[in-house]
């Protein structure tokens, strides 16, 4: 008996203790563009997928795009690099079915919190180089919640720093997706049955 209770607690468990995946992204490619309140991406592409499809992308040979816009600037300068962006705007990574990454919106959220830009220093060429890093929430594909987070390196040649305008060096976001508590609750029920199952045998 004290066996079957145990079963049936690990059966209810299961749908807390949900296995996570981690998706990652790589982008490159894109122009960083700014107004007077926000930071925006686009160009860029899917030059790698780690966790989804064959793992075959390539910057010659993409898995589709990845395009956002930051909330509204609430402090900082984006030429020095000390910017800070609410929440909000969108966040955006589409396939385009090659290398088995499913064709269609892939992600669609915002961002969830304080995004920073920051000046990461200077490069022997006297280029400028930013990061901009986030947080993001929103849904995946299969209609699921998920979150994330993202880095995106920009460099701005020449000795003037961003005034507008950067070169999406590369970037990296990482969605993290987590099975429905239904379909985890469906797998503890079938253990439970095939513990039944079993105890029914090795009493026979």
Known sequence: MKRIVLVVVL????????????IDFGNNNGTITGTSSTLSLSGDVIGS????????????????????????????NMMTGTSLFAAGGTFTITGNGNDGVPSGVLFQGTFNGTTQWVNAGTLPNG???????????????NGTKVSGATTQIA???GPNGFT???????????????????????LGTGLVGLAGIVRKKLKA
């Open 164 to 186: 507008g305008s950067a070169t999406a060096l590369s970037g990296d976001t990482f969605i993290t997706t987590t099975p429905e508590p239904g379909t985890l609750g469906l």
């Open 155 to 157: 460099v701005v040649a």
């Open 127 to 141: 280029s400028t180089v930013y990061d901009l890093v986030g947080t993001v929430s929103g849904t995946w594909y």
């Open 11 to 22: 059966a209810m468990a299961l749908p807390l203790a949900a296995f996570a995946t981690t």
């Open 49 to 76: 997928v780690s966790g989804l499809g064959t793992g075959g992308c390539s910057v010659s040979s993409p898995c589709g795009t990845v395009t956002f816009t930051t909330g509204a600037l609430t402090s900082g």
